[in-house]
């Protein structure tokens, strides 16, 4: 019987089968199974003609919906991992569409256009994958991580005391939390010391708390090396990884760079930073940090940012006359102008990296009071800058008609070179609301708190920005740079905004996620997503969590104390790591300690603070 000849075709290749048989004679991988063949491109039919090519189908939702809250980012059948927060929403149904295609959801299967069968979502993070499968066996996995806000902790300080103002600063990253009480008492030194002999006024200590599932644990109780009674170590408090600062602004040394004499306590609140790193579960001090320039009152590390191997310090009442970046430290004819030292590490060793000063210093103006870094991108708050510009380098550094308006410096780092890129207004500058009183970088964005904004407008780009008639409600301002020029995204005020709730006094960013404290709120609510105006507790203090997708912000949280109380001012303080919220109220008043302890309704420890973590 003749065969009919096989051909080879470039660039394609093309086979054709013996009549009356199911074999292929060629040279190559075979799938011996009619004429599916594995890496051909095309088959011939037994009387020689041209099978269609076999396709693979990709995998590929187009469409989910949930039953509540919305995606972040939108949906894109391209884009396989979101992320969504949710309040008091137990269940979620998903609704996937891939027509022609097989779907699970959380493992279960679900008809492409159905909801599926509904989630549970306990407090936390839950995490739901959505696999879709072609008709020719392709797969791709979609996850949606749910997170449900709700009360994970209630801290409190190991040896609680009335006026310690456990919470007064707070850092979080992964599952460590730091909190600092300035103004507790002991006369302890340095890591796990006694910490009931209260002969220390004001000298200060800082907690390390650590987490494991969903259990947190005292790890620290840490003190100065030289504790000194007013010192008030805690102050400020920034982490990063096992690596810890901590500011103690009215510190009396009078000497200069790393490691010097801590005993001459003659510079009366010059301030200093202690670095403290971690192995295993084991906290020493690495550091004793000065600025270059130590002068009395200058409150150096009154604020603090840490990112790997650079540590920030503001020294808020700095007096030098300097301008830039490496000016003249000496000349101090700019009383309480303020200024920021840059410090680097390499190996064990810390030292000076730049003394930055703002490009118009002007007395009075507390440049640094708050600073925030990311990488080679340092922000610093001067609160009561005076300029009357609006926006970003708007030209009128000089024009000082806007008293205590205040202003935002960001400078980038090439090399080891410091210089500055932005001088950022309020585009509603007003005299008066503090604009940087709080700062917060995470990539290409900035969130800058202005804790006594005066306009009547709620939630996020009111439109209300001249109307003052909301005396001291204060805004969160987020600035997005592109290249290196930032412009404004977003202008936020609280959902509840009202006179002297002071949002803005604390923020913390990361990624997409914005948390905004207004210490003086006055609602009595409790808990998440509660009463919003019922106003019967006075300057308990509330937090307003925001989030964005793509370029638009959106209020998600409203969050209250569990015990809220008058005049605890929650919110004084906060940070957020992954889906972590921490949140310090420093003049709490339960007699509580540590964790969870039942003890939320005994107020017999005046201003004694606490902190509440949130998951």
Not at 75 to 98: E, H, K, Q, R, W
Request: net charge negative; charged share 15%.
């Amino acid at each position: 019987m003749m065969k009919r000849k096989m051909t080879d075709l470039q660039p394609a290749r093309q086979y054709y089968r013996q009549p009356q048989s199911n074999s292929v004679t060629a040279v190559g991988k075979l799938l011996l199974s009619g004429c599916l063949l594995l890496g051909l491109v095309s088959c011939g039919s037994e009387d020689g003609a041209p099978l269609p090519p076999i396709v693979n189908t990709p995998a590929s939702l187009t469409a989910l919906t949930l039953s509540s809250g919305q995606l972040n980012p939108a949906f894109d059948p391209m884009v396989t991992s979101y992320s969504t927060m949710f309040i008091g929403t137990n269940n979620l149904l998903l609704t996937p569409i891939a027509p022609d295609q097989t779907i699970t959801v959380n493992g279960a299967a679900v008809a492409s256009g159905s909801p599926s069968a509904p989630i549970s979502l306990p407090p936390g993070t839950t995490t739901i994958p959505i696999t879709v499968t072609s008709s020719t066996g392709q797969t791709k996995t979609y996850t949606i991580e749910a997170h449900q806000l709700g009360q994970e902790a209630y801290a409190k300080a190991s040896n609680t005391n009335g006026s310690d103002q456990f919470g007064f600063s707070v850092a979080a990253e992964g599952n460590t939390l730091v909190v600092g009480a300035p103004s507790e008492d002991s006369s302890a030194t340095g890591v796990n010391g006694n910490q009931t002999n209260n002969t220390a006024g004001s000298s200060g200590a800082v907690y390390v708390f650590t987490r494991t599932g969903t259990t947190w644990t005292q790890q620290a109780y840490i003190k100065a090396s030289n504790t000194g009674a007013g010192d008030q170590f805690g102050i400020s408090v920034a982490l990063d990884g096992d690596t810890l600062a901590v500011g103690a602004y009215f510190e009396d040394s009078i000497a200069t760079g790393v490691g010097g004499n801590e005993a001459d306590n003659t510079a009366a609140d010059s301030g200093a930073v202690y670095v403290f790193t971690r192995t295993g579960t084991t906290w020493t001090q690495q550091a004793y940090i000065k600025a270059s320039n130590t002068g009395a009152g200058d409150q150096f590390g009154r604020s603090l940012a840490l990112d790997g191997n650079t540590l920030a310090v503001g020294a808020v009442a700095e007096d030098g006359n300097a301008t830039g970046v490496g000016g003249n430290e000496a000349d101090n004819s700019a009383s309480t102008s303020g200024a920021v030292y840059v410090f680097t590490r390499t190996g064990t060793t810390w030292t000076q990296q730049a003394y930055i000063k703002a490009s118009n210093t002007g007395a009075g103006d507390q440049f640094g009071i708050n600073v925030a870094i990311a990488g080679d991108t340092l922000a610093v708050g001067a609160h009561m800058e005076d300029g009357n510009g609006t926006g970003v380098n708007s030209g009128v550094e000089a024009d000082n008609s806007a008293t205590d308006s205040g202003a935002v410096y960001v400078f980038t780092r090439t090399g080891t070179t410091w210089a500055q890129q932005a001088y950022i207004k309020a585009f509603n500058t007003g005299g008066g609301d503090q604009f940087g009183r709080s700062v917060a970088v995470s990539g290409d964005t900035l969130a800058v708190g202005a804790y006594r904004e005066d306009s009547s407008g709620m939630g996020v780009n009111s439109g209300a920005e001249a109307d003052n008639s909301t005396t001291d409600s204060g805004a969160v301002y987020v600035f997005t740079r592109t290249g290196t020029t930032w412009t404004q995204q977003a202008y936020i005020k609280a959902s509840n905004a009202s006179a002297n709730y002071r949002l803005g006094f604390a923020i913390a960013l990361e990624g997409d996620t914005l948390v905004a404290g207004s210490s003086a709120e006055d609602s009595a609510s409790t808990g998440v997503g509660g009463d919003q105006n019922n106003t019967g507790a006075a300057d308990s203090g509330a937090v307003y969590v925001f989030t964005r997708n793509g370029t638009t912000w959106t209020q998600q949280a409203y969050v209250k104390a569990s015990n809220t109380g008058a005049g605890d001012q929650f919110g004084v303080s906060v940070a957020v790591s992954g889906d972590t919220l921490a949140v310090g109220a420093s003049t709490e008043d339960s007699n509580g300690t540590g964790i969870n302890s039942g003890a939320e309704a005994d107020n017999s420890a005046t201003d004694s603070g606490a902190v509440y973590i949130l998951r």
